[in-house]
């Protein structure tokens, strides 16, 4: 596609419930990484995606986080018995070889209630 | 954790002013780029530098890198009503996989008309 490609643009989720957030990379890109962002904050990383295969998986909070990557295309994050403190903006971002800027989607934003 | 931190914070010019701001991070890096945000969502790549280039230009910003500082500064000439965003560094560690960015806090400008 064009460009980065995030759904839900907004989910509002009740504590405890599973969540899934949905990542489309530009075509062609091999890298994909997801960050997060709380409110005023700077981004927090992830995980990290070459292809399929998950090189550095360092920053998932807790096991509750899980993420994959299918085809060398879309990614899905998965966050499971969500906790208020799991609020915050998703941004998932591509790019296309090591040297390259990031190009980022609009991002999810994730509140928990 | 965030490897950039940059300095001020926060920034308050008139519109046509020039507004610079700051970013120092810790460890060898292979480049540095610069990525504004708008409204809290997705980030714009405006320019990477790498770590055996000192300064560099597009159209109204001009990135400086010091690498025996470990720091860089951004420079926006002739500020617009448009530039009001929050900005934020990105270091390329050279130790890191793959093209994993780590970002700094972001520095909040407001350009006033």
């Known amino acids: 596609g064009a460009g980065v490609s995030q759904s839900p643009s907004n989910k509002v989720t009740e504590k405890g419930k599973d969540v899934e957030l949905r990542c489309d990379p530009i075509s062609g890109h091999t890298a994909l990484y997801w960050y997060r962002q709380s409110l005023g904050q700077g981004l927090e990383f992830l995980i990290y995606?070459?292809?399929?295969?998950?090189?550095?998986k360092s920053g998932l909070p807790s096991d509750r986080f899980s993420a994959e990557r299918t085809g060398g295309s879309v990614s899905t994050l998965t966050i499971q018995r969500t906790q208020q403190e799991d609020s915050a903006v998703y941004l998932c971002?591509?790019?296309?070889?090591?040297?390259?800027?990031?190009?980022f989607g609009s991002g999810t934003r994730l509140t928990v209630v | 954790s965030q490897q950039g931190e940059e300095d001020p914070q926060a920034l308050s010019i008139q519109e046509g002013e020039n507004a610079t701001m700051n970013c120092s991070y810790k460890t060898s890096i292979n480049n540095l780029q610069w990525y504004r945000q708008n409204s809290g969502r997705g980030l714009v790549h405006l320019i990477l530098i790498r770590s055996n280039e000192r300064e560099k230009h597009s159209g109204r910003l001009r990135v400086t890198l010091d690498t025996s500082k470990k720091s860089s500064s951004l420079l926006i000439t002739a500020s617009r009503a448009a530039d009001t965003a929050s900005y934020f560094c990105?270091?390329?560690?050279?130790?890191?996989?793959?093209?994993?960015?780590?970002f700094g806090g972001g520095t909040r400008v407001l350009v006033k008309p």
């Open positions: 971002a591509s790019s296309l070889d090591r040297g390259s800027g990031y190009t």
């Open positions: 995606f070459q292809g399929n295969s998950a090189p550095d």
């Open positions: 990105a270091t390329d560690d050279i130790k890191a996989a793959g093209n994993k960015l780590t």
